[in-house]
């Protein structure tokens, strides 16, 4: 029986784990720096994370039980939980808001430099 050997668990545990099983990976962050994010994702797909979203994925909080975000068996063959160093987000997001600031500087530059041309367009064309 399964149930005899079960046992307690909550998400900073968790955590102390991952950190202790791939220290080499996350050796310059504490392990109340890693997020996790529940993510059900069959691993029946060449590459499952290539295209995934974290924007509405459940984040598991450090002082929340296992048992509340899995309170059946999760299925087989499946990706449950995704982990990112607190800081490696941070800086995702913030090249997020750095791309779209470009984005929107070029969108302005262009618009610029088309006013500009057809401004001398305009004044070749009157002299």
Known sequence: NTLVNAFSVNVSELKNA????KALEFD??????????????????????????LKNKEELLAIRKILKYFPDSPPEKHIHVLISPLEITATLSQEQELLEEV???????NKSIHSTYKFWLYFCQSS
């Open 18 to 21: 991952i950190k202790a099983e």
């Open 28 to 53: 310059d962050f504490l392990a109340d720096k890693l997020r996790l994010w529940k993510v059900p994702v069959s691993d029946d797909y060449v590459d499952p994370l290539s295209n995934l979203s």
């Open 103 to 109: 984005t929107s500087l070029q969108a302005l530059l």
